[in-house]
């Protein structure tokens, strides 16, 4: 059975920290591209971070470059994402996805808020 679960969500002030991690199972973990999206109330689902296989290789949204960080441990099948400097703007429900040909998992999000 394929799983994605997300945690480490919650409330943080603004200029705060979150790490935020995807633990998965059901799949070979180390053969899928791995990345987090968000949902900003009321908006659509957008692309935060990318990191591929063996985790040479990131991409992150202009939006959050110099601020959040993906990385993945194959060995223990997770994917975190390091977020500083937060802005109320990041507001958002965080998924974790995996893809791999025409597998496309998904995990049930958490929600981060930044507020004072």
């Known amino acids: 059975q394929v799983q994605l679960v997300e945690s480490g969500g919650g409330l943080v002030e603004p200029g705060g920290s979150l790490r935020l991690s995807c633990a998965a199972s059901?799949?070979?973990?180390?053969?899928?591209?791995m990345s987090w999206y968000r949902q900003p109330p009321g908006k659509e689902r957008e692309l935060v971070a990318t990191?591929?296989?063996?985790?040479?290789?990131?991409k992150l949204a202009d939006s959050v470059k110099g601020r959040f960080t993906i990385s993945r441990d194959n060995a223990k099948k997770t994917v975190g994402l390091q977020m500083n400097s937060l802005k109320p703007e990041d507001t958002a429900v965080y998924f974790c996805?995996?893809?791999?040909?025409?597998?496309?998992?998904w995990g049930q999000g958490t929600q981060v808020t930044v507020s004072s």
């Open positions: 996805r995996a893809r791999w040909n025409a597998n496309d998992y």
């Open positions: 059901g799949f070979t973990f180390s053969a899928y591209v």
């Open positions: 990191i591929y296989t063996t985790g040479g290789s990131t």
